[in-house]
């Protein structure tokens, strides 16, 4: 029987308050940041069209408007759910197809705008909250408010914010690690309390296994990394028996291998992918960024609490990060040093197990790549878990002096997270946005022409880039797109043309065919746009370089 104490009437107001505002800022301005790359993958396999298909009616060397992009970035007619499943596993079979279907129910009734399908993500983004609560009920068996101070942070953690608004299968694998974790949890401590009354309740204990089977499968097939979820779980299970093969450890065996057998289906398309992946000997791999592992782990820290899109050369990160990082080990360390082992055993194996696969390779590659920063949610979310122990435990310090430090510092995380929640909701771009990050610029300067064709080729992540910049372009843009590295067809109608990330030798052929000179309008780590002038009359312009792109990633 549990004797929880209730949060103090203050905190209810806090949550209350900062429940409303991060609700606001969630549905704050869904549109107004950049459509990015991997976004419009999503858009087009919720389409039920592959890449290969959308190549093929649109790289042809023809002139074509940006209308022509809606078919492939949405809800259609032409193809069904069945099409959305299969393109996923025709071309990528590591997204599982949960959220996929999910979203293409729901653009099917609210429809295809950005709006629309961000906005599952929003609503999603709410039930972490209840989930958080109940997976703290679950393993802080202690009179402490600290389910309370765990849903403040996480309402205005801009972490959370960042994936609560974005058109990807993020939040929603938040959701199933809450809620696998939490039914983790409550099986164990019901047979323990079985054990303890010497009465079994194998009913209860069989629905318990069940709810956990259940919902480790549907995290399975949100995301492929939930299989590092469920090493993390059975690591714990099997320490807390002390490594004996107890009851509790058998029935979660039992229970992730059904878990495991119902996922058996997509596992095996996967793996078969990635053997012929390697059989093929093709190395492409998605345009990223490597960046140095502990300003990378540091940066990523400092984000769960505070984030202005700051970038990792800005003086004032290097400052930001050593106090998060600080704050985050004294959290760490008080957890161990105050808590059961069966508590602080599983937010560390949460925080740890799911990031190694992440970090050793990398550690000897150079770097991390840019996009592996949703990998870590289950480590953000271990880290928030031990943040908030250590707030709702300091509440009540005796101390009067310590209990009043602790509430300033618990005042200040607020409010770091309230300023970049704001700042993040007004932004036009953001770190996450990857190699997309600089779109809103390049748009500007196409923008700008009185008729303009944006020309390009499907090599690399272009086709990624382009579908991307078009959400921002207005209609007077036209898009001549070929296939490979062909030499397009220039009309004489436009006013200006610009060639979207060109290779050297693409770029040089061009001029030589076509009598041109090339002028680059813009730059960063990802891609290029260069403007076509005529020979003679070409004035270089300055290049924008995204200095923040460089290292906010």
Not at 50 to 77: D, H, P, W, Y
Not at 84 to 97: C, N, V
Not at 204 to 209: G, M, S, Y
Request: some cysteine; proline content about 5%.
């Amino acid at each position: 029987m549990r004797h929880l104490k209730f949060a103090p009437s203050w905190l209810r107001l806090l949550i209350i308050f900062l429940l409303a505002m991060g609700i606001l800022f969630r549905f704050f301005n869904l549109d107004g940041k950049v459509y990015s790359h991997d976004e419009t993958y999503t858009s087009l396999r919720i389409s039920g069209y592959t890449i290969t298909e959308a190549k093929e009616q649109l790289f042809n060397n023809r002139v074509i408007a940006k209308e022509s992009f809606a078919k492939f970035q949405g809800a259609n007619a032409s193809k069904t759910l069945n099409d959305t499943i299969m393109s996923l596993a025709r071309e990528d079979s590591q997204h599982p197809p949960l959220y996929y279907i999910i979203a293409r129910l729901w653009m099917e009734i609210f429809g295809n705008s950005v709006t629309a399908i961000r906005s599952l993500s929003a609503f999603i983004s709410l039930l972490v909250f209840p989930c958080v609560y109940r997976l703290c009920r679950e393993l802080f068996d202690i009179p402490l408010p600290v389910p309370g101070v765990a849903i403040a942070l996480i309402i205005i953690s801009p972490i959370h914010l960042v994936y609560a608004q974005e058109a990807q299968e993020y939040i929603l694998w938040l959701i199933t690690i809450l809620l696998s974790s939490a039914s983790l949890l409550r099986a164990i401590q019901l047979e323990a309390q079985d054990k303890d009354e010497l009465t079994k309740q194998q009913p209860d204990i069989f629905a318990t296994w069940s709810v956990y089977v259940i919902t480790l499968t549907i995290s399975l097939y949100t995301f492929l990394w939930s299989g590092f979820v469920a090493v993390a779980h059975g690591i714990y299970v099997i320490a807390t028996a002390r490594f004996q093969l107890t009851e509790t450890v058998r029935n979660y065996l039992l229970a992730t291998l059904v878990s495991f057998l119902a996922f058996m289906p997509w596992m095996t398309v996967a793996i078969g992918d990635f053997f012929q992946f390697l059989i093929s000997g093709n190395k492409a791999t998605t345009q990223s960024s490597l960046i140095p592992t502990i300003p990378f782990l540091l940066m990523q820290i400092s984000r769960i609490f505070f984030d202005i899109n700051l970038s990792l050369e800005n003086p004032l990160s290097y400052l930001i990060t050593p106090i998060f990082l600080i704050f985050v080990a004294y959290a760490i360390y008080f957890l161990c040093l105050t808590t059961n082992y069966k508590v602080w055993l599983f937010i560390i194996t949460l925080i740890v197990v799911p990031a190694l696969p992440i970090i050793l390779p990398d550690l000897s590659g150079g770097g991390i790549r840019t996009f592996t920063e949703p990998y870590l949610i289950p480590s953000y979310l271990g880290i928030q878990l031990a943040v908030a122990y250590l707030l709702a435990t300091q509440l009540y310090n005796e101390s009067l002096s310590r209990r009043t430090i602790w509430h300033i510092i618990m005042a200040l995380v607020i409010i770091c997270g309230l300023i970049s929640s704001k700042a993040s909701s007004q932004a036009e771009t953001w770190w996450n946005k990857g190699m997309n990050y600089g779109n809103p610029q390049v748009a500007q300067i196409i923008n700008q022409s009185t008729s303009p064709l944006l020309i390009s080729n499907s090599l690399d992540n272009n086709y990624g880039n382009v579908f991307s910049l078009s959400y921002l372009l207005e209609p007077k843009v036209r898009f001549l797109l070929v296939n490979n590295q062909k030499i397009p067809k220039i009309p004489n109608e436009f006013s200006d043309v610009f060639l979207l990330n060109p290779s050297d030798n693409w770029r040089g052929i061009i001029e030589k065919k076509y009598k041109f000179k090339t002028d680059i309008v813009y730059s960063d780590n990802y891609y290029s746009v260069w403007k076509l002038t005529k020979r003679g009359n070409s004035r270089r312009r300055d290049i924008p370089i995204n200095n923040k792109l460089s290292a906010s990633l």
